[in-house]
């Protein structure tokens, strides 16, 4: 099979649907499909706009010898009008990789209205789709005119190779001291202001936090956190990673009690997945798809976005009990198992290419 696949910059860019990429994309290799990957430049939101109108892209695009072109979702506002335009002129399929849709965010509400118009056309002016969970593949349905191709094809959460994560249990979670954990980039949708704030409220117990990802993505926005850092007293609670390697990674979550992303809206929420396979306690987001991963007071939490005092109740509540937080890590480490893993997934969505697409 001829694949393309259009993204945005590099294939290696550190986030969750970076990482789905990258894994589709070694699995297509791996059974020997011919991968080639178009990289737009990044731009901002209106700028992309352009791209539609660029004739050198609409050649490229034209002229390649691919059965099947992907397209990351994440590109919509560069491919919404061309796309159009290029269902009439090639003979391949055009199938969107949807992690989640940019007007399900938390936006003003003009802002949300415009994204809905222009992820509308785009959805409409692709032949089907590869979607992360059940509740993108519903938000995908309620802005399509028609009926189309779709599989749920949800990311593993085995990314990490770690030695004895199947016998490991925390055992941190028996005593007072407790390891929280932050693991995302520092932007407004992932909610660690809302973290910070809560924890402020937590001075009196024991706990540490580590934040491990960029920071540095929205300066005014990394700002704003280190401010909040340092006027809530949480200096020397607080450590600050940044971008980490995978093999560091392993070693913080063998090392951590509880995730906490309590993000606006996540698509799935990768990280979710990866805590309950350590057996760190996972506190998340309600709105989105946290909930198919997380049972909240079984497995981890779910907590109303942009509210500190609920989130401070449930972290309050975990501080407290350690029977609990026992209980809650062995329950999330087994719910992790119910999940496929990448290679699983990865082989489902290309099942799906070859059985609809491919002629």
């Known amino acids: 099979m001829r694949v393309g696949l259009v993204i945005y910059g590099d294939l290696n860019t550190l986030s969750g649907g970076y990482l789905y990429d990258r894994k589709l994309v070694s699995f297509l290799q791996s059974q020997g499909d011919n991968v080639e990957i178009i990289s737009l430049p990044w731009r901002n939101y209106p700028r992309h706009w352009m791209h539609n109108l660029n004739p050198a892209l609409r050649e490229r695009l ?3 010898r691919v059965d099947v072109l992907l397209q990351d979702e994440l590109n919509h506002p560069s491919l ?13 399929a055009l199938v969107s990789i949807v992690h989640h849709l940019r007007c399900m965010e938390e936006h003003p509400r003009v802002l949300r209205w415009l994204y809905r118009q222009v992820e509308r056309r785009y959805l409409n002016s ?11 593949l519903q938000s995908v349905s309620n802005l399509l005119k028609a009926e189309k191709p779709a599989v749920v094809a949800t990311p593993g959460g085995d990314a990490l190779s770690a030695e004895g994560v199947e016998t490991k249990f925390n055992a941190h979670s028996q005593n007072n001291d407790l390891h929280f954990i ?13 973290l910070l704030r809560a924890l402020q409220d937590l001075t009196s117990f024991h706990w540490q936090l580590s934040l491990v990802g960029r920071t540095n993505l929205q300066p005014s926005y990394e700002k704003k956190i280190r401010q909040m850092i340092e006027s809530g007293g949480l200096g020397q ?29 996540e698509g799935f929420g990768i ?26 007071g079984v497995n981890g939490f779910l907590v ?3 509210s500190p005092a609920a989130l401070k109740k449930v972290l309050l509540e975990l501080l ?19 999940f496929p893993t990448w290679q699983e997934s990865m082989a489902t969505a290309r099942r799906f290419l070859i059985g609809h697409f491919l002629h």
């Not at 919404?80 to 391949?92: A, G």
């Not at 609670?237 to 090392?255: C, F, H, M, N, P």
């Not at 407290?320 to 119910?338: F, M, P, T």
Request: hydrophobic share 40%.
């Open 62 to 64: 034209r002229d390649l």
């Open 80 to 92: 919404f009008i061309l796309n159009h335009q290029l269902r009439k002129d090639v003979p391949y």
């Open 126 to 136: 692709v032949d089907g789709f590869i979607c992360n969970s059940q509740t993108t």
């Open 182 to 194: 932050f693991v995302g980039n520092w932007i407004p949708r992932k909610g660690l202001h809302t």
């Open 237 to 265: 609670r607080v450590r600050i990673y940044g971008a980490v390697s995978d093999d560091e990674l392993v070693k913080i979550w063998q090392t951590a009690d509880v995730l906490v992303v309590p993000s606006q809206y």
């Open 271 to 296: 990280v979710y997945l990866e805590a309950q396979r350590f057996g760190v306690i996972p506190v998340a987001g309600q709105s989105g798809a946290a909930s198919e991963i997380i049972q909240s």
């Open 304 to 306: 109303p976005p942009e």
């Open 320 to 338: 407290s009990d350690a029977d609990l937080r026992v209980a809650l890590s062995k329950a999330a480490r087994r719910r992790y198992e119910e």
